[in-house]
Structure formats: C-alpha cells, structure tokens
C-alpha cells in the first residue's frame, strides 16, 4: 500500500537559519504530492504541491521537488522566520483505488527561536 | 469565503458515552471527508462522501461509528460508545468534485478527550 516516511522532530532552528524536512514515500502509480502545514489550532493548510516527476513546488519560500528516482520530496527553505513554527505534514495522492485519498506521513514539528 | 466549519472545537466525554462531531464543508464542495488524528501522528481517512453517498468507509470501524450526510452538505460523525482510544482529533475536509487535482480544504477539527 501507500505510505509516508517523514523525518522526526522537532526541528529546533534559529531565524534565518536553513530548514530541510525529509520525506520520502512508497506508491503504485503516479502519485501527486504535498507538504501541508498546521499551525498551533488550526486545521491543514496546503502548502505546496508537485504533480508529476522533477516538478518542484513552491509558496511563501518554501520548495520541495518531486524526485522520482529516489522516491523523495523534502521540503526547503532557505531562512526560516518564527512564523514558520508549526507542524509540517508531507502526503502523497494516489487514484488508484478509486477517489482524491490522500495518504500523510507522522508529521515533523517545526520551532523557530529568535 | 468561509472555510470548512466544525463544532464543536472540544469535547471532553467519559468512556461509554456517545459523541457527535458536526461538518459544515465549503459551499459548493461536493465531496466531504472525515479524517481522524491520533496525537503525533498524520490524519487517517475514515470516510468520504459524494454528495449524500458513502463511497469508501472502509476505515471508518462501523461497530461504533457511524456518519451520515443526508442532504449532501452538512455531515455528522457519530461514535456510540466511545472509548479511551477514540481520544483524538476528527478533521473534515472538503472538495469540489468537478476537477479531479482539486485541493481539500480542511477544518479546524474537534479535539476529543475519553476519560
């Protein structure tokens, strides 16, 4: 079946500092994939999406490219601020099966000190 | 634009007891969602609907859950009695069916705490 492989956290990074969030996943197919983030209350928001190999999305400075070869979408970003603290989830759809299913990895929670 | 309304935001019941999760999705949205996320861990689906109809609910644990989605808008989650390991957070999500690369727009989710 599909799954999602997600670094742990937390991530503790001080501002400006890099940020890369390992991801990477196991599907039959073409999956589309996606990093979301949840702030501290809030529900899922999406924060970038690929949809087909070597595509890299990006928003708000975030990056993630879709690697096929290594069946990897880490997320990037190259100054992290303390608004970026939040929890980052990476997830992949799959339509085989049937229906728009996304299946999410553990989650890697982000904190950002001044 | 509203987003995706739940209700309520928490809920704090004793083992045994039943519980009701409320969905409003995004107008228009055609396809709903119920998600649940244990504490450290990625949302799982439980059921998601097109329009009133259940398409796949084979993660939803039907000896004691059950949703409905009678007029194909609002949905209710139902779970008839609870457990301690029901402690978690239920998400909805929503959809507009027409596009099949559309985005799901999630709620804020209902915390629920079994004691």
């Known amino acids: 079946g599909n799954s999602v492989t997600q670094m742990e956290g937390p991530v503790t990074l001080s501002e400006e500092a890099f940020l890369t969030i390992n991801c990477t996943y196991t599907?039959?197919?073409?999956?589309?994939l996606f990093w979301y983030v949840q702030y501290p209350g809030e529900g899922l928001q999406l924060l970038l999406k690929?949809?087909?190999?070597?595509d890299k999305g990006s928003n708000k400075g975030f990056e993630a490219t879709y690697r096929k070869e290594t069946t990897s979408f880490h997320l990037e970003k190259g100054s992290v601020q303390v608004s970026d603290s939040a929890v980052y989830f990476c997830a992949l759809r799959s339509f085989t099966g049937g229906g728009n299913k996304l299946t999410f990895g553990t989650g890697t929670q982000l904190k950002v000190e001044l | 634009e509203a987003g995706v309304v739940q209700s309520p935001r928490y809920k704090i019941i004793e083992k045994k007891q039943p519980v009701a999760f409320w969905c409003n999705p995004i107008?228009?949205?055609?396809?709903l969602y119920w998600y649940r996320q244990n504490l450290g861990q990625g949302p799982e689906l439980l059921i998601r609907y097109e329009n009133e109809e259940a398409v796949d609910d084979s993660q939803l644990p039907k000896d004691r859950f059950s949703a409905e989605r009678l007029k194909g808008v609002d949905s209710t989650l139902k779970i008839q009695p609870a457990e301690l390991g029901d402690s978690a957070v239920y998400l909805c999500?929503?959809?507009?069916?027409?596009?099949?690369?559309?985005?799901?727009?999630f709620g804020p989710g209902t915390r629920l705490t079994v004691l």
């Open positions: 599907a039959t197919g073409y999956p589309s």
């Open positions: 690929a949809t087909k190999a070597d």
């Open positions: 107008s228009g949205h055609n396809t």
């Open positions: 999500a929503s959809r507009e069916s027409s596009g099949s690369l559309n985005e799901q727009f």
